[in-house]
């Protein structure tokens, strides 16, 4: 990250990401940790003058992660009073030889705007940017405490991930593009927190008519492969 | 609107409400109209550096339009560029008496958070704030051009509401409490913009088990009267 002036960027003005990955039956999310505090944070960042927030969000997780041509969706805009806590992001900056000083812009308060994002978490490569010093995938179930109100915004987009879940076929940006149906309802399954019945769970994606059925896959047991399925291009 | 200092307002973060009501088959809107500019625009305000963002949107909605108590929900924050147009502002403030000098926080560039209700369209009393003229319903689909982006505002307002229409319940903030079946699909059919098929609609309502079923609705002429529901409280 360059350097923060507030000649470059709009103050009181923040987001934070929420991203998501699944790998063995396990939804996950982003963290980064400051290691000099002992602190875990979500990947986020601020909005230049010149740019609109679209490009300062996906210009900013790549920044912060590594992670390239993410989609991401805006899910709630976060403005309590409880966020505002100066003397946390002084701590931050000050931990990884950034120190600023207490009238600085970043000590201010500020709105958050919150995305989530749903990727293929084999497929990732990731890279921590200078002031923090780990990025890494923590259960959701497992997760550290987070500093300001970084819980809250992870349950908010949470919610709306269950909320959407049909709709938006989110089950399938963390599958392979073929996948068995005991795959999907394992997505399903770490999503909404809780076990599905297996014959009403495929009686109802298949009433949806959201799915294409291909090819049986091999398993060397012929009479007990599963079909394989795909999302229908809309 | 007492005038409106930096000291006091967070700059670069405003609201937008768009206000949804129902009468006589038409979905309409809240709009407030500049006379002197011939301008129309969504109402909307500012965040007080003491206040949360949900404090001064339901404070800046009574201010502007003198509804009370309405519940407003968060739908999605716009931070484009082309929505920066200090020329626009500073003409409304000076059309209505209220000079600002060329550096005045708010010819500056804003994000602005929008937010949308849903009003029982006859049990309002409405009043305009000092800057602007008037304030009235505009049916959905005869709406004039409005400053800014807030045509783009007014139009994902209205997907949100499509997308949340059954979810939400949507259709019972619109109507009395208790209803007939032709009056809800009337309410579907105005926010949807499409006539729907009355069996249809009708099967569909009845088997997400979300109303109740009441005495008919006393005509005059009882073998056709219609049977009155209200929506299930959950």
Redesign the interface.
Known sequence: MTFLSTLDY????AFDSVVFGFSKGKLKILLMEYHATGWFALPGGF?K??????E?VKKGLFERTGLHDVYLD?F??????ERFKPEVMKRIFEASNHPIDSDHWLLD?F?S?GYYALIDHEKVTLQPDAISDSIAWYDIDQLPSLILDHDKIVQKALQTLR?NLD?KLIGGNLLPDRFTMNELQAVYEAILGEKLRRTSFQRKMLSMDILERHEKLFTGKSHKAPYLYSFKTQ
């Open positions: 709009l103050p009181h003005i909005v003058r010149n740019e609109t927030l679209e300062a805006q709630h805009t976060f403005g309590s009073l308060r709105l705007i909320e709709r």
